[in-house]
């Protein structure tokens, strides 16, 4: 039976793990409504996105096939709500709408908005609802934007929501584009599997890998490596997941040592806007951790290099030259493929598949 938002109050479907929550997020032929984990992907839906993503991206080189996309959605509206600073997530799915034709509203700072009058999230939140038909979420509190997906589920007017980074939890749309670059990095090799993925920095707080791990996890025989040093060592609750799957994965503090074995290294920048007593970024020895001149020369020639920026010093400009240098190809995927999730979410995927069919 298909499950419903409106069937289940918030304090019951809080509690769920999320594994329990996906058929309610996802409740037609596994297709997100709202996206707020990436739990909510398999390997065959994100295949399907990268194929969507690939046909938007090729449909818009001609100015004919943009006017084609232009009219997709140009009936619906879309609010980027980003309470969390932003620029490449916010332009990325604000240039995604602009492809797909849906003119876009934002609140970037709470200031700004009647929130600072007092009003609840949720009220603002159910007020976008009026005005708009997606609202796009990045926040700095870790279950808001899946509490919004209730109370917008809920609502005389529902709509989805896109979690666009929940805290230091996840940012499942960063993952859907670190996936992208993956998938069209090897797609002349095998495509992804049987790889090495070497993760590092602060695994511990960033969002983006708690996120990429997980999807990782869809496609067969890849293994993953985690390098940082053991206070910014990736979540015990991670481990956990990892090894539910049956996932090959390794913690390590030597860099140097698993370089040679990479097929692609994902850096990440330490999140000090989260430090505490516990994770005090300062006192960290961080600069084994960091990717130059000398890295490049351990890893293999077809070895790629992402990161989700913005960067600080981990990756050194040196390298941005070389062509494994994958991060600024990976930040424009991401415009293709929030684009191609946006199109899903609203029914579009056949239309822009057959139009590529018949004009490409
Ligand atoms: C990331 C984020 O916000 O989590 N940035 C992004 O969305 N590209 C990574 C980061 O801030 O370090």
Redesign the pocket.
């Known amino acids: 039976m298909r499950k419903k938002l409106i069937d289940i109050s918030w304090d019951a479907f809080r509690a769920l793990p999320v594994a329990e929550k996906v058929p309610y997020l996802n409740p037609v032929g596994g297709i997100p409504y709202h996206t707020l984990f990436a739990q909510q992907f398999d390997r065959p839906l994100l295949e399907r996105l990268g194929t969507l993503a690939n046909s938007i991206r090729t449909i818009a080189k001609t100015r004919s096939g943009m006017d084609f996309l232009r009219q997709l959605i140009s009936h619906k509206r879309a609010m980027l709500y980003f309470s969390q600073p932003?620029s490449?997530?916010f332009l990325s799915f604000y240039s995604a709408c602009q492809i797909l034709g849906m003119p876009t509203g934002e609140v970037r700072d709470t200031a700004t908005s009647s929130e600072f009058k007092g009003e609840s999230c949720e009220d603002s939140v159910r007020t976008f609802s009026s005005y708009f038909d997606l609202i796009v979420m990045r926040s700095p509190e870790k279950g808001l934007a899946e509490h919004m997906s209730w109370v917008l589920s809920n609502a005389e007017r529902p709509i989805p929501v896109i979690n666009a980074?929940s805290g230091q939890d996840q940012?499942p749309t960063?993952a859907l584009l670190d996936i992208y670059t993956l998938q069209r990095s090897f797609e002349r090799a095998g495509g992804l599997r049987d790889r090495t993925i070497v993760m590092v920095g602060d695994l511990a707080r960033?969002?983006?890998v708690r996120s990429l791990a997980q999807l990782l996890a869809n496609f067969p025989n890849i293994r993953q490596i985690f390098v940082a040093p053991p206070v910014f060592q990736i979540g015990t609750d991670i481990q956990e997941i990892l090894r539910a799957k049956g996932v090959d994965f390794e913690l390590t503090g030597d860099f140097h040592s698993v370089l040679p074995q990479a097929d692609a290294v994902y850096m990440?920048?330490i999140?000090d806007e989260w430090d505490d007593e516990t994770h005090p970024s300062r006192a960290v020895d961080i600069s084994n951790f960091k990717f130059g001149l000398r890295e490049l020369a351990l890893i293999k020639p077809q070895t790629v290099i992402l990161h989700?920026?913005?960067r600080r010093d981990e990756i050194s400009t040196d390298i941005d030259r070389d062509p494994r240098a994958m991060y600024w190809r990976q930040m424009r995927n991401g415009m293709w493929i929030r684009a191609a999730l946006i199109a899903l979410t609203f029914g579009c995927e056949n239309r822009i598949l057959e139009f590529h069919r018949a004009n490409v």
Do not use: A, I
Request: glycine letters at 14%; charged letters at 20%; hydrophobic letters at 5%.
């Open positions: 932003s490449r997530t980074g940012h960063q960033g969002r983006t990440t920048r999140q989700p920026l913005p």
